[in-house]
């Protein structure tokens, strides 16, 4: 109840105030494990892809976040779970596999941290091994619009004008387990499908 009531209230701040478009719906399964991945230039994006996604969306964020109680009352009522980065954080890495066998959509930025300069960064190879491990589709997204924002500055960010694009869906088959070599090629591939939506868009 508390997810919908704010992702409903995103949506609506997002569209009177920066021109928030939604395409490619059509794209995003209903029902059944996905993994969300998407670019990230903006501390924006994570709110634009929860507003912009038809599924509630399980996200890691960073641990220190949930050093603040009242902060991390309202990021579990969110459904995000900590992440330590920087290092391998198995209860991480648990409780995305939990969340996609019980079929939750879980939402990923690849790159790892936000891009300094607005471009695509490299791939963490995450989000590939979490596909490959459950056979959970990945639907790669494009967010648009965020960074131009956050170079304005929040009290211009208005002037800009966010665009989320679902894209066509990567169908992984399960194997348990993946190579560094299988890994790497799937990341590539997602971060590829990603700059085709922004190119797009």
Known sequence: MFYAIVRGLLRV???????????????????????????????????????ACPRPLRFMAKAELFDNPVLAMVLRGLRA?????????????????????????????PEGTRSKTGELQA?????????M????????????????????????????KVRVVFGAPIQVPAKGSATREDSDRLAHQIMERIQDLIDAA
């Open 133 to 160: 491990q459950t056979g959970a589709p990945i639907v790669p997204a494009a967010v648009v619009g965020t960074f131009a924002g956050h170079r304005k500055g929040m009290n211009r960010f208005r002037e800009a």
């Open 123 to 131: 791939a963490h190879p995450g989000a590939a091994r979490f596909s």
């Open 81 to 109: 779970f900590p992440v330590k980065r920087g290092q391998v954080d198995r209860e991480a890495y648990r409780t995305s596999i939990e969340a996609l066998r019980v079929g939750d959509a879980l939402g990923i930025f």
């Open 13 to 51: 701040y997002f569209r009177l105030f920066y021109g928030f478009r939604v395409t490619g719906l059509e794209n995003v399964p209903t029902a059944g494990a996905i993994i969300v991945v998407a670019n990230h230039a903006s501390a924006l994006d994570p709110l634009a892809l929860g507003a």
